[in-house]
């Protein structure tokens, strides 16, 4: 299952939302695992890795990162290999046939580009890396390879609904402290806690950010079990471990 971006449809751009669908992967990784710091086994990940590239591109090569929930971000100039990722959660590049990957269990995967300048990012934002600015991070990493923050375009992939993500009080005062306005994105629920609506937050951060248009995809990651993998459902159902979904922009020759 891949999902598109009206958003990111341009003939120099090749993207997609891949689901959990479609790989060699079996049991709780079942099918498409692309996670690397899975205990899954390390050749169904390469090899679920390579479908979900070549569905896309015949020789495009594909870079992930070392996620640590920040707001880092790195300009790709070259292709690395694991365990050579950098850790940071978002990327840019303005060179072709390199594939920016994002790997998420509920974050919100966020692929950008400027068709114009030919400058393409990736992000993944859970909500300490939306609070702490990688939105900010990847488009300034785009501006510096030429991107102009009015010609961006972001797309939102899959990841976990307000109705899903329940948090506590202590989690709500922390968005506004940082600001007041952020409240918006909380709705108190029967339980004396708080719905946290990840995807309107994100797509708020990178409207902060001068983004000219963000598409969100409309899935959630915890609801639909058959289509996505799931931190917070695995955690709910005290599992071993779960996969990771990717999220896959590249710029074509």
């Avoid at 990688?134 to 991107?147: E, P, T």
């Avoid at 007041?180 to 708020?204: E, I, K, T």
């Amino acid at each position: 299952m891949i999902l598109k971006a009206a958003s990111l449809d341009d003939p120099g751009i090749a993207h997609g939302f891949f689901g959990r669908r479609g790989g060699v992967s079996d049991g709780i990784y079942a099918s498409l695992n692309c996670g690397p710091g899975s205990n899954d086994a390390r050749e169904r990940v390469i090899e679920n890795r390579a479908r979900a590239v070549g569905a896309l591109s015949n020789s495009a090569k594909l870079v992930t990162l070392y996620q640590i929930h920040s707001a880092e971000a790195v300009t790709v100039k070259a292709p690395w290999e694991i365990p050579d990722n950098p850790k940071a959660d978002a990327m840019a590049t303005d060179r072709a046939n390199i594939a920016l990957g994002i790997l998420t269990a509920d974050c919100a995967p966020i692929l950008l580009a400027d068709a114009d300048a030919r400058v393409i990012g990736a992000a993944h934002a859970g909500w300490n890396g939306a609070l702490s600015g990688v939105a900010q991070s990847v488009v300034a990493a785009m501006v510096k390879l030429g991107a102009k923050p009015n010609r961006i375009r972001a797309a939102i992939g899959p990841c976990i609904s307000q109705p899903a993500y329940e948090v506590g009080p202590e989690f709500e005062q922390r968005f506004r402290a940082a600001d007041a306005a952020y409240a918006r994105f909380f709705a108190s629920n029967q339980n004396g806690r708080f719905q946290f609506d990840l995807p309107a937050f994100v797509a708020h951060r990178l409207s902060e950010a001068g983004i000219g248009a963000v598409e969100i995809i409309p899935a959630c990651t915890y609801a639909r079990e058959n289509d996505f993998f799931s931190y917070r459902r695995t955690t709910h159902r005290k599992e071993p471990d779960y996969g990771r979904e990717i999220s896959v922009i590249l710029l074509k020759d």
